[in-house]
Each structure stands twice: as C-alpha cells, then as structure tokens.
T-cell receptor, first 110, second 114 residues
C-alpha cells in the first residue's frame, strides 16, 4: 500500500521559522511535491524534489532524502498569509498519479 | 493566461440523481487529472487523461463514475446514480508535457449528496 504521513496541525509565530515534515512509504518514487492550500481554494504548487538535497525558492525551501523516505518544507520569515494547509504528495514511477498526505494545517499567530 | 476552471462550484443533489462536473484545463495542457477529497481525508487520485485518452483510471471508485475528454480539451466527470459517500470536493488539474512536474489545480467542485 501507499502511505504518506505528515503532522495534522502546527502553530508558529509571525516572523519565525517552521519546518513541516513528511514521511512516505510508496511502491515507487518519481518526485515529491509540496502544495499550499488556503481554505476553499485550489492547491497551489510550492516545490518539487526528485533528487536528494535542498531546493530553495525565496522564503520556502524543501528537502528530500530518498533513502529515508523523508522530506520537509521549511518556511522562513512567516507571514500571516502563510496560514494554510500544506500538502505533501509523491508521484509514483509507474504512472503519473500523485499520492497525497492528509495535509498539515499551519496556524500563524501574531 | 486563464487557469484551470471547474463548473459548478457547488452542487447539492439527492441520492440516486445524476451530476456532471466539468473541467476546462489550461489551454495547451495535454494532461488532465481528476482528484477527490472526502471530508477529513486526503486527496485521492481518480484518473489521468493524456489528450483524449485515459492514461490511468485506477483510482475510479466504481462504474457509477464516468469521465470523458472528447477532443482532448475539456473533461466531464459524471456520477450516476450518486450515493451519499460520493460527497466531497472534486478537483481537476492539468499539466504540460508527459507527467509535467507542476500540476495546476482548479478551485474544485463541492458535491453534496443528500
């Protein structure tokens, strides 16, 4: 079976840094994605990792370790607008469907 | 450039009725995906079109669900007859190229079956 785990909810303070972890056990692997979803809106793409290491994009960075089945999303200089759900998804190598985690609800406090 | 659009945004129907959801992908995107999120659960893959062909429909729950993409442009997802457990948010996404890295999502259709 396919399994992706991420924390249900996290709270952080405006201006701080937060790390959202994602672990996966899947039958194949062809990339890991992070999406942001505000309530009632479409998921929007944040990052993609297929090789081990850190990918940085502005305030957001994503890390992947394929041997450990582990990824994290790092958000720096948190802003109130970063309050949203963050979804981790793995693309299987046998096809192009995405297997999704349940999402982490991030609450930013002033 | 217009994003992925979905219609309707909300639909409330009674058990046993039929509903058809529509998705218009970003122009030029050959790949079109349908996903569903049931309340409190993770997003689940339903199927993947490449142009007008079904590339992968392994996620379709049963034969009450029928997806089409005639002409390789917009797609429809029909549920007939609808059951209570079909309630949820149905997302459509599209991407460029074969399995393109970024899937662009539509706002979703919230389906409620009473």
């Amino acid at each position: 079976g396919q399994n992706i785990d991420q924390p249900t909810e996290m709270t952080a303070t405006e201006g701080a840094i937060v790390q959202i972890n994602c672990t996966y056990q899947t039958s194949g692997f062809n990339g890991l994605f992070w999406y942001q979803q505000h309530a009632g809106e479409a998921p929007t793409f944040l990052s993609y990792n297929v090789l081990d290491g850190l990918e940085e994009k502005g305030r957001f960075s994503s890390f992947l370790s394929r041997s450990k089945g582990y990824s994290y999303l790092l958000l720096k200089e948190l802003q109130m607008k970063d309050s949203a759900s963050y979804l981790c998804a793995v693309r299987l190598d046998s096809n192009y469907q995405l297997i999704w985690g349940a999402g982490t609800k991030l609450i930013i406090k002033p | 450039e217009a994003g992925v659009t979905q219609f309707p945004s909300h639909s409330v129907i009674e058990k046993g009725q039929t509903v058809t959801l529509r998705c218009d992908p970003i122009s030029g995107h050959d790949n079109l995906y349908w996903y569903r999120r049931v309340m409190g659960k993770e997003i689940k893959f339903l199927l993947h079109f490449v142009k007008e062909s079904k590339q992968d429909e392994s996620g379709m729950p049963n034969n009450r669900f029928l997806a089409e993409r005639t002409g390789g442009t917009y797609s429809t997802l029909k549920v007939q007859p609808a059951e209570l457990e079909d309630s949820g948010v149905y997302f459509c996404a599209s991407s460029q190229g074969l399995g393109g890295n970024e899937q662009f999502f539509g706002p979703g259709t919230r389906l409620t079956v009473l």
